[in-house]
């Protein structure tokens, strides 16, 4: 059933954001440390576990699998929502702030490949 | 119209539903028609979401862009960073274990680098812009990494207001450079497999910058960049109040 494939991503998702949580209170900050990353790597575990066993049906799959594409949608209006104009009214400084330091770190990319491939 | 009114009101999400799916359905109907394709449909729709953003927030002076507007209220749930990552967990799904395995070291080198390759330039062109003590100076310096590290980092070493707003918006600034420039750069920088996507997510940090840049890009290339991004806002929390705020201090004294 589809509920269930919802039910698995959910299972991951919470567990992985207590462990990002409980990992941001033992550094002492205030921020989920990694939330996102424990719980993919868990439903990644999980779904393989359950694909090996046999038991992941594809109506089961399809419910994992529909949240995996409403993705984009989800980011379109995450964009619609970001507080842009307040941004723009903090001024030429926020603006350099933001967007200069970028730039270097898109310049980072090739280069740490590059160092990391030899 | 109070008919209407209510109807919005009371179904705030389903009309963002449908208003998403006009606006990905104008989007691409421009990018293959009028662009031939050279420009994703989802990149120009992300593009279209930032603009509703800026006017949003200049009509209703709110803080959530569209959402603000009276029956888009929906917006706010959908775009919501709880759905968002619930998306993005889903989208793990079919995506290699053995590839971040084998590349996971980048992302932790990344990650580090990541948070100063932002931080300083960031303070130095605070200071070129006058400001001259440590507070001031690290806090701008962490809004450069995520829009969040900036204001944390701000509350923990005493930064005023105004300040830590400015680290905001420059948090919020590379964020919306990531989400629009990752495409177009994406070839010059070789970012099309994971091993370079886990690079580019801890580098950037910004999650909301990382996903919707690579959304823009390569969808598959999506949970790799997530992956490391995700680490980066504890990352620069961890190190912008400590290190970094020493490191500054040291310079310019307090």
Same mark, same amino acid.
């Given at each position: 059933?589809?509920?269930?494939?919802?039910?698995? !991503?959910?299972?991951?998702?919470?567990?992985?954001?207590?462990?990002?949580?409980?990992?941001?209170?033992?550094?002492?900050?205030?921020?989920?440390?990694?939330?996102?990353?424990?719980?993919?790597?868990?439903?990644?575990?999980?779904?393989?576990?359950?694909?090996?066993?046999?038991?992941?049906?594809?109506?089961?799959?399809?419910?994992?699998?529909?949240?995996?594409?409403?993705?984009?949608?989800?980011?379109?209006?995450?964009?619609?929502?970001?507080?842009?104009?307040?941004?723009?009214?903090?001024?030429?400084?926020?603006?350099?702030?933001?967007?200069?330091?970028?730039?270097?770190?898109?310049?980072?990319?090739?280069?740490? !490949?590059?160092?990391?491939?030899? | 119209?109070?008919?209407?009114?209510?109807?919005?009101?009371?179904?705030?999400?389903?009309?963002?539903?449908?208003?998403?799916?006009?606006?990905?359905?104008?989007?691409?109907?421009?990018?293959?028609?009028?662009?031939?394709?050279?420009?994703?449909?989802?990149?120009?729709?992300?593009?279209?979401?930032?603009?509703?953003?800026?006017?949003?927030?200049?009509?209703?002076?709110?803080?959530?862009?569209?959402?603000?507007?009276?029956?888009?209220?929906?917006?706010?749930?959908?775009?919501?960073?709880?759905?968002?990552?619930?998306?993005?967990?889903?989208?793990?799904?079919?995506?290699?274990?053995?590839?971040?395995?084998?590349?996971?070291?980048?992302?932790?080198?990344?990650?580090?680098?990541?948070?100063?390759?932002?931080?300083?330039?960031?303070?130095?062109?605070?200071?070129?812009?006058?400001?001259?003590?440590?507070?001031?100076?690290? $806090?701008?310096?962490?809004?450069?990494?995520?829009?969040?590290?900036?204001?944390?980092?701000?509350?923990?070493?005493?930064?005023?207001?105004?300040?830590?707003?400015?680290?905001?918006?420059?948090?919020?600034?590379?964020?919306?450079?990531?989400?629009?420039?990752?495409?177009?750069?994406?070839?010059?920088?070789?970012?099309?497999?994971?091993?370079?996507?886990?690079?580019?997510?801890?580098?950037?940090?910004? $999650?909301?910058?990382?996903?919707?840049?690579?959304?823009? $890009?390569?969808?598959?290339?999506?949970?790799?960049?997530?992956?490391?991004?995700?680490?980066?806002?504890?990352?620069?929390?961890?190190?912008?109040?400590?290190?970094?705020?020493?490191?500054?201090?040291?310079?310019?004294?307090?």
């Amino acid at each position: 059933m589809v509920i269930y494939g919802v039910g698995v !991503l959910a299972a991951c998702f919470l567990a992985g954001q207590f462990i990002g949580e409980s990992l941001g209170n033992l550094l002492g900050i205030e921020a989920n440390v990694g939330g996102v990353g424990f719980s993919m790597i868990l439903l990644m575990i999980s779904t393989q576990w359950f694909q090996k066993k046999g038991i992941l049906p594809a109506q089961t799959e399809q419910g994992i699998l529909f949240w995996s594409l409403m993705y984009i949608p989800i980011i379109i209006a995450m964009s619609a929502t970001q507080n842009v104009f307040a941004a723009f009214s903090q001024g030429i400084l926020a603006i350099m702030a933001g967007i200069i330091p970028t730039i270097f770190l898109f310049l980072c990319i090739p280069m740490l !490949l590059k160092f990391l491939s030899k | 119209m109070t008919v209407l009114n209510k109807l919005f009101t009371v179904n705030a999400l389903i009309v963002a539903f449908l208003v998403v799916a006009i606006i990905t359905w104008l989007s691409t109907v421009i990018s293959q028609k009028l662009l031939k394709g050279k420009i994703p449909g989802a990149a120009i729709a992300i593009l279209f979401g930032l603009i509703l953003a800026f006017f949003g927030g200049k009509w209703t002076g709110g803080t959530k862009g569209i959402s603000d507007v009276a029956g888009l209220s929906g917006f706010a749930l959908l775009g919501s960073s709880m759905l968002r990552d619930f998306a993005v967990v889903a989208t793990a799904m079919g995506s290699s274990l053995k590839e971040m395995r084998k590349t996971g070291w980048i992302g932790a080198i990344s990650l580090v680098l990541g948070v100063f390759v932002s931080f300083f330039p960031a303070v130095a062109i605070a200071y070129a812009f006058g400001y001259r003590d440590a507070v001031s100076l690290t $806090t701008i310096g962490a809004g450069a990494c995520t829009f969040i590290v900036g204001p944390v980092t701000g509350a923990a070493i005493g930064a005023n207001s105004s300040v830590i707003a400015i680290s905001i918006a420059a948090g919020v600034f590379k964020s919306v450079f990531v989400t629009i420039f990752t495409a177009p750069l994406a070839k010059w920088v070789g970012l099309n497999n994971p091993q370079a996507a886990m690079a580019y997510g801890g580098l950037m940090g910004t $999650t909301s910058g990382v996903t919707a840049g690579l959304a823009a $890009t390569d969808p598959k290339l999506v949970p790799y960049g997530a992956m490391t991004s995700t680490f980066a806002t504890g990352v620069g929390c961890l190190l912008c109040p400590s290190i970094c705020y020493f490191i500054i201090r040291f310079i310019f004294g307090n």
